[in-house]
């Protein structure tokens, strides 16, 4: 059994600033670290903002480079949300994991995009990515990716304990924070991080409300709507717990489910 010690940063970011974000991660990092903490993650686009416009000429810096080099500078993991140009052409809106020696684990690209806003960038076509860290098995997707159930099932299925979701979650969707979030968890049984923006950019007003839920529907951490920086444990003796009674996962029925495709 092992447990990883999670820090979910709600942050309103700096629009189009990445010296600036780049500054408040790195800050944010050291105070992640001085709690215990041995992952951090930042919400949706949080390098660059998310409602900010264009962002292919950010997307060509090199941003998960200097992601890694904080990373390594303060020996946590960091998943963070940042645009990046796409094997093929096109800007995806990216989370990329950085390990805590500053070597990339992971990188995921968004897959469901969420109407005009997200028409700048070009889809992923892989439902989440999945690394392991410090002996607790994590899976990412972004976002409207975590409103469908399909993204996180398929998560649960390749083992993950816990699911990163940064995000950007606005104004009037607030109830999926409290009541979609702790759905996916509760349905999987597996941890969910949903890691929020607050404050505004442009037009969009984020409601924050970032939380950490259990795999048995306990709330672990949240926070309110301004900035902070909450703390969860991720336990895997708790997933198999949850599961010890019943398990969704292995009461599916998939030769039932054929029609879904």
Same mark, same amino acid.
């Given at each position: 059994?092992?447990?990883?010690?999670?820090?979910?940063?709600?942050?309103?970011?700096?629009?189009?600033? &990445?010296?600036?974000?780049?500054?408040?991660?790195?800050? +944010?990092?050291?105070?992640? &670290?001085? !709690?215990?903490?041995? %992952?951090?993650?930042?919400?949706?686009?949080?390098?660059?903002?998310?409602?900010?416009?264009? &962002?292919?000429?950010?997307?060509?810096?090199?941003?998960?480079?200097? #992601?890694?080099?904080?990373?390594?500078?303060?020996?946590?993991?960091?998943?963070?949300? %940042?645009?990046?140009?796409?094997?093929?052409?096109?800007?995806?809106?990216?989370?990329?994991? #950085?390990?805590?020696?500053? !070597?990339?684990?992971? /990188?995921?690209?968004?897959?469901?995009?969420? $109407?005009?806003? /997200? $028409?700048?960038?070009?889809?992923? !076509?892989?439902?989440?990515?999945?690394?392991?860290?410090?002996?607790?098995?994590?899976?990412?997707?972004?976002?409207? /990716?975590?409103?469908?159930?399909?993204?996180?099932? &398929?998560?649960?299925?390749?083992?993950?304990?816990?699911?990163?979701?940064?995000?950007?979650?606005?104004?009037?969707?607030?109830?999926?924070? !409290?009541?979609?979030?702790?759905?996916?968890?509760?349905?999987?049984?597996?941890?969910?991080?949903?890691?929020?923006?607050?404050?505004?950019? @442009?037009?969009?007003?984020?409601?924050?409300?970032?939380?950490?839920? @259990?795999?048995?529907?306990?709330?672990?951490?949240?926070?309110? +709507?301004?900035?902070?920086?909450?703390?969860?444990?991720?336990?895997?003796?708790?997933?198999?717990?949850?599961?010890?009674?019943?398990?969704?996962?292995?009461?599916?029925?998939?030769?039932?489910?054929? $029609? %879904?495709?």
């Amino acid at each position: 059994m092992s447990t990883l010690r999670i820090a979910c940063m709600q942050s309103a970011g700096h629009g189009r600033d &990445v010296e600036a974000n780049l500054a408040e991660l790195d800050s +944010t990092a050291a105070a992640a &670290v001085a !709690e215990g903490a041995e %992952l951090l993650v930042t919400p949706e686009m949080f390098v660059t903002g998310y409602d900010v416009g264009d &962002v292919a000429e950010l997307a060509a810096l090199p941003l998960t480079g200097r #992601v890694a080099t904080i990373a390594a500078a303060r020996g946590i993991a960091v998943v963070a949300g %940042l645009p990046a140009v796409l094997p093929g052409g096109g800007v995806g809106n990216v989370a990329v994991v #950085v390990g805590d020696s500053g !070597e990339v684990l992971a /990188d995921y690209t968004k897959a469901h995009l969420f $109407g005009e806003i /997200d $028409g700048r960038f070009r889809a992923g !076509e892989e439902p989440t990515a999945v690394f392991d860290h410090h002996g607790v098995r994590c899976a990412v997707v972004i976002c409207f /990716d975590a409103e469908f159930p399909e993204p996180v099932r &398929v998560a649960a299925l390749a083992g993950a304990h816990v699911v990163l979701v940064p995000t950007a979650n606005m104004h009037p969707y607030g109830a999926i924070n !409290e009541h979609v979030m702790w759905t996916r968890a509760w349905e999987n049984q597996v941890h969910l991080a949903y890691v929020n923006r607050c404050g505004a950019e @442009g037009t969009t007003e984020y409601v924050g409300r970032s939380r950490v839920i @259990g795999p048995d529907g306990t709330e672990l951490a949240s926070a309110g +709507t301004g900035p902070g920086l909450v703390f969860a444990t991720i336990d895997t003796a708790a997933v198999e717990g949850a599961r010890s009674a019943f398990s969704y996962l292995s009461e599916r029925r998939p030769t039932l489910y054929g $029609g %879904l495709t």
